[in-house]
């Protein structure tokens, strides 16, 4: 019988490769089966995982995580998933950030480079983001999203019980799509990615149960602090 779960561990991470014929239970009792037998190689580790191979739904992708945590006995600092069956982006993205020191902050992630085309990259914390999001990149976090060079893709966040709604800000903001917890905003015009006459430097953040977006400037950031 062939395996539904192979798992193969790079720098600072993990591959999970999923097959895509059985059923998600199948999947997660193989899941944790492996994670039994291998605790005692990652136990303690924070590391970055990728699903690939199989299209997870977010719930679905939640209780990988938790399932892996519990009886890997690690900490999953940001999940890739993959879009197609191009592995190079995932040991790109995988290979961007350093979770052991960035484990000891827990308040944000220092992401350096880009979110590239196609690319959904998940983060447990906030994140600042040293490079662009592009066009159909994902950014999902659980705190404020920076971004230092433009925001072309889409950014989810998902504010943990008891804190203040993130706020999302870029250099350039052209964003496709903010997801800020139950909000939405779609910009009136379309991204503006290849041709840029003007950076435009703004913020995001909920107000009055909605999504503001705003210049980047004294004034609006002394009103931000207000909020």
Known sequence: MSSTVTIKSIP????????????FDEILTETIEKFKESKNFFKGG??????EGRKLSDSEENVMIETMENYGEFTVVYVVSVVDDDTLPITRAINKTNPEAEEQKRFCTVFKGSVKKGEHIKFTTGVVILGDVEPEGLVMAEGDVIIIGGLYGSVNIDTPEGSDPGLVAALDFSPSRIKIDDLRFYPKDKPKWTIKPKYQAK????KDDAIEVKDINPANLKELANV
Do not use: H
Request: glycine share 4%; aromatic share 10%.
């Open 46 to 51: 924070k590391l970055c995982v990728s699903f």
């Open 12 to 23: 600072n991470g993990i591959r999970v490769l999923l097959s895509p014929e059985p059923s």
């Open 203 to 206: 913020i995001a953040y909920v």
